[in-house]
């Protein structure tokens, strides 16, 4: 089992930057694939970006590809999530998460386990 902290979340103008970061508990982080999801008010949780347990493959959404840049220190059990170009629509607050089913779909909400409690982002105009 694993325990997941956010933290990283605040006020940006659009254009700005914020880094998230998710700290694990537990001595087996590096055996778990991880990744970020958001939930904006009167909306549904999405996906955000994945990463798998060794840091080598990357998998983004479309809305947030180019922009955002997920990573991981497994020294650290850290994940991290660097958002650069923020919209307003990108608003939400964020959530950690973390599976560790092999072959689960990165992208794919249900394939997750362990969630934080989340960070609110908030972009404005």
């Known amino acids: 089992q694993v325990q997941l902290v956010e933290s990283g979340g605040g006020l940006v103008q659009a254009g700005g930057s914020l880094r998230l970061s998710c700290a694990a508990s537990?001595?087996?982080?590096?055996?778990?694939?991880m990744a970020w999801f958001r939930q904006a008010p009167g909306k549904e949780r999405e996906v955000v970006a994945a990463?798998?347990?060794?840091?080598?493959?990357?998998y983004y959404a479309d809305s947030v590809k180019g922009r955002f840049t997920i990573s991981r220190d497994n020294a650290k059990n850290t994940v991290y999530l660097q958002m650069n170009s923020l919209k307003p629509g990108d608003t939400a607050v964020y959530y950690c998460?973390?599976?560790?089913?092999?072959?689960?779909?990165?992208?794919?909400?249900?394939?997750?386990?362990?969630w934080g409690q989340g960070t609110q982002a908030t972009v404005s105009s």
């Open positions: 998460s973390a599976t560790g089913r092999v072959g689960a779909a990165p992208l794919s909400l249900p394939a997750y386990d362990y």
């Open positions: 537990g001595r087996t982080f590096n055996s778990y694939r």
């Open positions: 990463i798998s347990s060794s840091g080598g493959r990357t």
